[in-house]
């Protein structure tokens, strides 16, 4: 029989009641980057299997103090974060539901007001973002604004990078009670960075060829799934997208070389950001075959799940699933709008829009008050 969007399914080391995953969406609501009763409601709104997500995917949440790249983020390298993220999955776990989170460095997409002694962000080479942060003022008032020019890392930092991510890792799971972790190699971010010419310009052995490329994201996956088990871990990969100022010329053969390798460590799943993260899921300029993608990666041997994103509506994502498409498809947009989404694709709606004016930072309003039906 065909799967269906509301079919179980083990992911490595979780057991998910469905197929219906709740996206990663950052929404600046973290005061002083500490999660907090409020964040807590949120996420129990949206965790129910039964009328929520069979998995949530935290907000990006930064690994350490230099991989922020926005205000009022929630992170995960103090006590106080650890133990305001515990409240989360607590309220997670009491409905019923299940959680991972989202581990994060920005690179060079922050500002030198957000980065510890106000010095300039890091990346792998000295070239800075077209793109823009989000800061608050001394009188909370929050706006988006470019990003500083980034130094370029020195080797001998990478170590400690990777060493951070295995922290926040441990901290999740072994701290937080997080179920597990996605690394986040997607969006601009530091991983994607490193993957992708435009941002890497690097000549040691970070640098250059595909394999030099791919090698930060590789060493942070083991030592991330040394640190939690491999079942417990997932990566967030965004071919294409232009998100962030990243861009790749040739990303087919680069991202079919990642998934080979990423094969052979038997990861939870795999993430694909199909197209323009939150806009067109076809890039004109970038053609790509995620079929091949995904063939890439079963024919080395992978067995995680395969998670697509990007645009999906209930018809795109039944078909995904009952085509084999994908394991598990996860909505972002819709999720913060309709908390009990489930129950909505279920009943064949009604579907209720989003406020886009409180997407970012702010209270309760258009964070907690989504009226389910
Ligand atoms: C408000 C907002 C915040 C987001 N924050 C994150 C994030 O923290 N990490 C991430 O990987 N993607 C983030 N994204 C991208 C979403 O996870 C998702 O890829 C995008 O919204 C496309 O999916 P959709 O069409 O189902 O909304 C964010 C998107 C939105 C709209």
Redesign the pocket.
């Known amino acids: 029989m065909k799967p269906s969007l509301f079919s179980p399914l083990r992911v490595g080391a979780l057991s998910l009641a469905s197929r219906i995953v709740m ?5 600046n609501r973290a005061l002083g980057g500490i999660p907090n009763a409020m964040m807590a409601t949120y996420y129990k709104q949206r965790a129910d299997p039964s009328r929520g997500a069979g998995l949530i995917i935290s ?2 949440t930064p690994i350490s103090p230099q991989g922020v790249g926005y205000a009022d983020v929630p992170g995960l390298y103090r006590i106080e974060q650890i133990d305001g993220w515990k409240q989360v999955t607590q309220a997670v776990h009491a409905v019923g539901g299940k959680i991972v989170c ?1 581990l ?1 460095h920005v690179g060079r997409v922050s500002h030198e007001l957000l980065q510890p002694n106000q010095a300039a962000p890091v990346a792998p080479s000295a070239i800075r973002a077209e793109a823009r942060t989000y800061l608050v003022d001394a009188h909370g008032k929050g706006a988006f604004t470019a990003t500083s020019a980034p130094r370029a890392l020195h080797r001998y930092e990478l170590p400690g990078i990777v060493h951070d991510f295995a922290a926040a890792a441990r901290n999740a799971v072994q701290s937080a009670r997080f179920d597990g972790v996605e690394i ?1 190699a ?2 601009g971010y530091l991983l994607d960075q490193f993957l992708k010419s435009g941002a890497n310009q690097r000549t040691d052995d970070y640098g250059g060829s595909i394999e030099n490329r791919c090698r930060l994201t590789l060493e942070v996956t083991r030592a991330v799934a040394d640190a939690v088990g491999r079942g417990r871990v997932g990566i ?1 990969l965004s071919p294409v997208t232009p998100a962030n100022g990243i861009d790749e010329a040739k990303p087919q053969p680069l991202f079919d070389h990642l998934v080979r390798e990423l094969a052979s460590l038997g990861l939870a799943y795999v993430h694909v ?1 199909e197209g323009a ?2 806009g067109p899921r076809k890039v004109a300029s970038r053609p790509f075959d995620y079929a091949a993608l995904k063939a890439a990666y079963t024919q080395a041997g992978g067995r995680g799940a395969w998670m697509v ?4 509506d209930p018809t795109t994502a039944k078909q995904a699933v009952a085509s084999g498409h994908a394991d598990l498809v ?5 999720f ?1 709008s309709m908390p009990d989404l489930a129950q909505r694709i279920r009943h064949g709606g009604p579907y209720q829009g989003l406020d886009q004016a409180t ?2 930072g702010g209270g309760e309003q258009g964070y907690i008050d989504y009226p389910t039906l």
């Open positions: 996206a990663p969406l950052t929404r907000e990006g989202q994060w986040h997607a969006n967030r950001i993260t939150g994103n990007n645009g999906y996860s909505f972002g947009k819709a913060i997407m970012y």
